[in-house]
């Protein structure tokens, strides 16, 4: 447990200000899951994802960094899905897991990051459906798997507040789910 502890006082040392950013994205990122709709769901995505794109590219994880900045683009378009005809156009799922796919391979190419690019990637790929779909219920579910694959990017890339936030999100995953069944029924 000292080594556990030992490690994260030598993260947060190394990393003060990357650390703090972290750690108001991770309060936004975990309240988005108890919002109501996608596009709550989405709304509130955004906004935390400016403070991960700041937050992992200050600890030189860019593919993550990168992959959050579309983030920040996608909840933003999203958000207005119903509300505008143009964010309403069935491409954007597919056009946002195209770059997000082309900013791995760049930053695979560019930065070297290595294999763990994957674990974002596909992460960030499976949350392009899951804020689209109407289907709330599903929509969590995928994001509960995309979640679990940003721990273990968060682990490696040593982002403390992104791996309690993936716990946390996990943990808000559930209880929302929870509660969804509870209400179908009663």
Known sequence: MSALWNEIVRLVAEHPV??????IALVVTCLSYQARTTRGIALRQAVGSFFWTTHLLLLGAWTGGLLNLLGLARGSVYSQRGE???ASRPFWPWLFGALCVAAAVWSGVAQGEGPRLLLSTAA??????????????????????????????????????G???????????????????????A
């Open 84 to 86: 505008r005809a143009w």
């Open 124 to 161: 960030q790929c499976i949350g392009c459906y899951a804020l689209w779909t109407a289907h709330v219920r599903f929509a969590r579910f995928l994001l509960a798997i995309a979640s679990l694959l940003w721990l273990a990017y968060d682990v490696l890339s040593g982002s403390i507040p």
């Open 18 to 23: 990357a650390q703090g950013l972290g750690l």
């Open 163 to 185: 791996t309690a936030c993936e716990v946390f999100s996990q943990i808000s995953i559930y209880i929302a789910i929870a509660r969804d069944f509870r209400r179908s029924a």
